[in-house]
């Protein structure tokens, strides 16, 4: 990126479902000065009209960011296993989870049915299967976050479920006491998730739930003190990371 002023820009959207505030998407970028508005539009138009529904109500938050605050990082390296049911991709977290020095992976992964419901991700000391979330309903959400992007990138309005978990993957793993992360997708049709460490990288697994389940989640794997955890829970949610040579979906 050039010597532009840098901004952050967060967009919320909801709709009303029986009198309550039900969360239809959610989105973020990092941007120089004069590219703000056209990032801004095409957040709002995602929000607006997105497949879970119409938007009754859209939060937008511009701030700009000080760059001195900025961490790069570069993008995990990517591999995919191709999985022929999602058992057998269930069977793939169990092997990352060895290999990432968790004895009994069973233990861990029963903690992915408290996920689901969750807006964030689990914090989960791996060691004493406790999770450490302040608050357990809305878990921690890694967020201040975005690719950099080279002039004639396109800008698109619609999610890239690849790319923005390659971000988010990338600055969890660099996390201090972040050890790895197991990640579903809560959407219906996107049955393909990842596993994912500083040390092995960005693992896709294609399948790793029912297609047309919502039984998706994110667990962070931790390892370390309370004030580690302290630590971990504020580069989480912000520490601003811009993350470099993001690969390119090849659809
Ligand atoms: C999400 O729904 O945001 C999670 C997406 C996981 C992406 C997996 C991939 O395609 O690499
Ligand atoms: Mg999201
Ligand atoms: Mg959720
Ligand atoms: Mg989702």
Redesign the pocket.
Known sequence: MSAEELYSIKMRASKKENGTDVHISGAEKIVEAPDVDIFANALIERGMHHSKGEADALNLKINKVCKENIIYLDALSVETIEVETWEKGQEEIKKYLKETGIDNPQDVMQFLDETYAMRGAMLLDVDRLIRLEPDKKRGIRATNMDQERMKGDRIGNEKNHYEEAIVLATKVANCPGIIGEICI???PEYVTGYVSSKEIGYRRITKMKRMGSEK?GRIFLFRGTDAEKQKAIDFLQNQHVIVRNVPKKIC
């Open positions: 997708s809560d959407d998706g």
